[in-house]
Nanobody, 124 residues
Framework: QVQLVESGGGLVQAGVSLRLSCAAS????????MGWFRQAPGKEREFVAA????????YYRDSVKGRFTISRDNAKNTMYLQMNSLKPEDTAVYYC?????????????????WGQGTQVTVSS
């Protein structure tokens, strides 16, 4: 049974940093492209970042480039999202997802497994 479990969310003030983690089990983690998505209240789920199987290539939405860093540790079956200089518009539930593919994708339909999400709230 595949499980993706996010952690690290919280309530923070604008400008600070948070690191999200996504612990995977029940799958061969290194065979999956991994991604982070987020969904704010009343809005559709949107792509945040993705990373290839080896971690050698990453892909970000424009609004987080230079502030967020996606990474993974295949030995620990864990993916991370380091979020710096947080803004109120980053407030959302953040989801991790796994895609049994070779290339990073911003399309949520490409992803096979999803976590339950972790709330990030940034106050101004």
């Amino acid at each position: 049974q595949v499980q993706l479990v996010e952690s690290g969310g919280g309530l923070v003030q604008a400008g600070v940093s948070l690191r999200l983690s996504c612990a995977a089990s029940g799958l061969t983690f290194s065979n999956y492209v991994m991604g982070w998505f987020r969904q704010a209240p009343g809005k559709e789920r949107e792509f945040v970042a993705a990373i290839t199987r080896s971690g050698g290539s990453t892909y970000y939405r424009d609004s987080v480039k230079g502030r967020f860093t996606i990474s993974r540790d295949n030995a620990k079956n864990t993916m991370y999202l380091q979020m710096n200089s947080l803004k109120p518009e980053d407030t959302a539930v953040y989801y991790c997802a796994a895609d049994f593919g070779y290339y990073t994708s911003s399309n949520p339909d490409e992803y096979d497994y999803w976590g339950q999400g972790t709330q990030v709230t940034v106050s101004s």
